[in-house]
Structures are given as structure tokens and as C-alpha cells.
């Protein structure tokens, strides 16, 4: 009996426990700062990237949502990493790539580190309040309107699937 009323009570306060909002300041490719407070009412997708791996091509996809659905209202954050030693050597080296062979017009950041102590606040944020770090290139956080963790995706989730559209037609509408 004890049992039952002690996970009770675990529900009842986890339900009670709201989600933190996740934040953060990048500094951008281009130069500059992006804020996650700039896009607060916004969903934003936040993507680790990386220009010489398997899922390289997920750029393409990254870049049809960005035009699909910028207009309702969704970022699409691009984040250069080299945390698993496949990106290219600079921030310059990395726009120029997505330039040319992915004709990149979403936000993009310098090249960070997205896991383990060195990693960007942000993805601190995610990891103390999902568990979620990236595993590998092109691991996607969802961020909702008010700033809290909407979903996860690892690599294999392509920015086309069904369940990522439809996950973000949710925050959208």
C-alpha cells in the first residue's frame, strides 16, 4: 500500500513540476549573436550539423523546412559541431560549404561544442532538463513557443519525416 500511495504522490508532483524553459545566446556565422529569446512565441528547431558526415545531406531537408514553415513561424537553427571530428576546420570553411552545396539560407552558429562539459549552454539546458545529448551529427531538439523541450530526434530523423512534420504542424497551430 505504501508503494501505491508513494507513486502517487511522484505523479502528482511530477505534473506539478513545470518544464524550465531552455536558453541561450549563439554566436552566429555570420557574425553577431543569436538569442533564443529572439524567437520566444516561436518554435525553434535546433539542429548539430556537420559537413563531412553520413547525414550531411539532412541539410537539404533542414533548409525545406526552413522555407516551408519560416513563414508560420519556425526557425530552424543550424549548430556546427566537430564533437565527433567531421566538421570542417573553420566557420568560414563551414558557411562556404553549406553555401554551395546546400544553398543554406537558415540561421547558422560558429562551430560549438554540443556535449560533455564543454558544451554550449543550451544544450546543457536540454541535457539537465530532457537527459538528451546529442549522440552524434544532426540530433534535433525542438524547442516550443514558451521555450520549453518539445521533442528530441537522433540522427536517423529526417527533417522530411512524417513525425517531425507533424510535431511541428503541433507547435505551429
Known amino acids: 500500500m505504501f508503494r501505491i500511495i508513494f507513486l502517487i504522490v511522484l505523479l502528482l508532483v511530477g505534473r506539478a513540476v513545470q518544464a524550465a524553459p531552455v536558453s541561450g545566446v549563439f554566436p552566429s556565422i555570420d557574425g553577431g549573436t543569436l538569442s533564443m529569446e529572439y524567437w520566444r512565441g516561436q518554435p525553434v528547431l535546433v539542429v548539430n550539423t556537420a ?7 539532412q541539410y537539404a531537408g533542414l533548409q525545406d523546412l526552413w522555407e516551408t514553415y519560416r513563414g508560420k513561424g519556425l526557425i530552424v537553427l543550424a549548430v556546427p559541431s566537430d ?8 566557420a568560414a570553411e563551414v558557411k562556404e560549404f553549406c553555401a554551395l552545396n546546400y544553398d543554406l539560407t537558415l540561421p547558422m552558429t560558429d562551430i560549438l561544442h554540443v556535449k560533455g ?4 549552454p543550451f544544450y546543457k539546458a ?3 532538463e530532457t537527459g538528451f545529448e546529442p549522440g552524434w551529427n544532426f540530433n534535433k531538439v525542438l524547442v516550443a513557443p514558451d521555450g520549453t523541450v518539445a521533442a528530441t530526434f537522433g540522427s536517423a530523423v529526417r527533417p522530411d519525416s512524417a513525425r517531425m512534420k507533424r510535431e511541428i504542424e503541433a507547435l505551429l497551430n
Open 51 to 57: 559537413s563531412q558526415c553520413g547525414f550531411t545531406g
Open 83 to 90: 564533437d565527433f571530428n567531421q566538421e570542417l576546420a573553420t
Open 117 to 120: 562539459a564543454g558544451a554550449h
Open 126 to 128: 536540454v541535457k539537465a
